[in-house]
């Protein structure tokens, strides 16, 4: 599959030169352009190369996310969110990364404090 990494090189530069960064908080769900990436690394989709993320912790004007997909898919590193904007959802937790906050596009929700805890302690649990 051939990707479109000049496109998105372009949008990349207005983000870095334009983009504002959020408030956000541990917990929050946002529309997040994270891009064209390497190989199996996890891509936005459509032309705002967008999806998904929750946001695990803050350090600031970077914070630490999971991508979120709502892929079918079934995977010891993938792990239930509930409904997003109406879709079954997951949290692909092999995908997390740090991220600058201007990468954030639009608020959708909060995650239930449950769910974000059986995630925390998923990912406690590879180290």
Known sequence: ???DFDTWNSQKKKIHNNGEN???HPRDIWWCRLG???GF???????DFERPVLILKAFGKIC????LTTSPQKHIYRISVGLI???EATAIL???KVIDTKRFSEKIG??????FGRIQKHIRSFF
């Open 85 to 87: 904007e109406g879709k």
């Open 36 to 38: 064209l990436n390497i």
């Open 110 to 115: 909060v995650l239930d404090k449950e769910i």
């Open 41 to 47: 690394e996890q891509d936005g989709k459509d032309i």
């Open 22 to 24: 959020k408030f956000y």
């Open 1 to 3: 599959m051939q990707k």
């Open 94 to 96: 092999s995908q997390i």
């Open 64 to 67: 630490l996310i999971v991508p």
